[in-house]
């Protein structure tokens, strides 16, 4: 989930490599019709990269493409071109992008065209706007559609019928089509081979997001961790690629680790560790390094976030299972953190925030993002209510540089550190329950 960057960007190895890889896969995408490649468009959270592997299908997300559109700074012109079709403001800037970025040849990162897909693979987790995205999508390819409907967690746990329904859809309705696109029936011992890679790769994927327990922290999860979840996202899991990733990627952040250094920023490594946050909501695309540097310039490191689990929570234990193939992939897709109701929602930013002792919360409340924003107020009263430490409230989009403002959002984070400071001077810790400083009301909406 990188984008192009200038020269002056200072990078982890493991980034270069992702920028290899997702460079590699979009030049493959360019040539799929002329290499009698499939393509299918499908989406991040609950993906079934495993499945499409054994397939052997590319997968185009279309979620990354409008947030590599926004970190090229194109994404403007496209929710403008989708706007002049009718498209309201308030809708899903992700959708708009996309729309626009279609309207004007479907032109991808590395400057080629993207295929036209094969099969529209619909898996539903939790964002309602997925299903309008793909009626528009529909408009315009005469291609197969598989749904897959993945029931919401409303009780806050995986039911058994949950897992059979789903599993039925993969038996009934998804594998056929996969069949009937590429001609090719299914292997669900190549399934395994493909799951068996995933583990391989989650093991060192949560080794990296729990070294931020430590003091200072070697990454930062939310900045760097969207990096770092690209290929399990996306196109690499259940891949000997992704594995070599997520090893590569795990001895580099060890050895910071043992050195007792901290991130490494696209300014370069990043000072004194000075707050400990955890950061609820996606980032803003448009502005996303002059939006880190308001962090580390401050000496603020983020150990823990929700939106680096969008694509499923290994960090609370889940790994697919080889030996339970369409099992597995039915809990992987109910379990995605757009997927989970807000007492769950609630109950994970309450861990992080005391697991990996951080000072605060910080939500970024993202304009068009429904599946984010809804509740987002009811979570930081409630986690600030249950931990007893101050919350803090920023707002921007994902990719429309209209509603980023550098400066608005620079003097709420200065002024919610500043108070975070003020309290540790005085040794005052806000008590549970205790009511909202100002500077919090400040920072609502």
């Known amino acids: 989930m990188s984008g192009a960057q200038t020269e002056d960007v200072h990078k982890e190895p493991s980034m270069r490599l992702q920028k290899d890889m997702i460079g590699g896969h979009f030049q493959a995408l360019a040539n799929a019709k ?46 403008g071109e989708a706007e002049k079709l009718g498209h309201s403001e308030d809708v899903c800037t992700y959708v708009k992008c996309d729309i626009g970025m279609l309207k004007n040849g479907n032109i991808g990162p590395t400057g080629e065209k993207l295929p036209d897909p094969d099969l529209l693979l619909l898996s539903y987790t939790g964002c309602f706007t997925f299903l309008k995205w793909f009626e528009l999508l529909r408009q315009e390819y005469d291609c197969p559609i598989a749904m897959l409907h993945v029931p919401y967690q409303a009780d806050g746990k995986i039911e058994p019928g949950h897992r059979e329904y789903v599993v039925n859809q993969l038996r009934t309705e998804v594998i056929p089509k996969l069949e009937e696109v590429t001609g090719k029936k299914f292997d669900i011992d190549k399934l395994r081979e493909h799951l068996k890679l995933s583990v391989q790769a989650e093991d060192d994927f949560v080794a990296v997001l729990e070294s931020a327990k430590h003091r200072p922290s070697p990454i930062d999860s939310y900045f760097g961790g969207v990096y770092y979840i690209g290929p399990m996202f996306t196109s690499f899991r259940g891949s000997e690629a992704g594995v070599t990733y997520y090893r590569a990627l795990r001895q580099e952040v060890e050895k910071r680790l043992a050195a007792g250094v901290g991130p490494i920023t696209p300014d370069g490594p990043m000072g004194e560790e000075k707050f400990r946050l955890v950061v609820e909501g996606p980032p803003n695309w448009t502005s996303f390094r002059e939006f880190w540097k308001m962090f580390h310039d401050e000496g603020a490191v983020v150990v823990a976030s929700s939106y680096t689990k969008v694509g499923g929570l290994y960090d609370r234990g889940f790994r697919h299972d080889p030996e339970n193939p369409l099992e597995t992939l039915a809990d992987y897709c109910a379990g995605c953190y757009t997927n989970l109701n807000l007492p769950q929602r609630i109950d994970l930013l309450c861990q992080y925030v005391e697991e990996f002792d951080a000072d605060g919360l910080l939500i970024n409340s993202v304009k068009s993002c429904n599946s984010f924003s809804a509740g987002q107020l009811l979570i930081l009263r409630e986690v600030e209510k249950r931990t007893g430490r101050p919350g803090g409230f920023v707002e921007s989009d994902l990719v429309d540089p209209r509603y980023f403002s550098g400066a608005n ?16 001077s005085v040794g005052v810790s806000a008590a549970p329950g205790m009511p909202h400083s100002k500077v919090d009301v400040e920072m609502g909406p």
Do not use: C, H, W
């Open 34 to 79: 002329k290499n009698g490649k499939k393509v299918v468009y499908t989406f991040v959270p609950g993906n079934l990269a495993e499945l499409l592997a054994a397939f052997e299908v590319l997968p185009v997300l279309p979620e990354i493409n409008a947030l590599q559109s926004g970190m090229r700074k194109k994404s403007g012109m496209f929710i």
């Open 409 to 424: 959002i620079k003097n709420r984070l200065e002024s919610y550190l500043q108070m975070i400071d003020q309290k540790r």
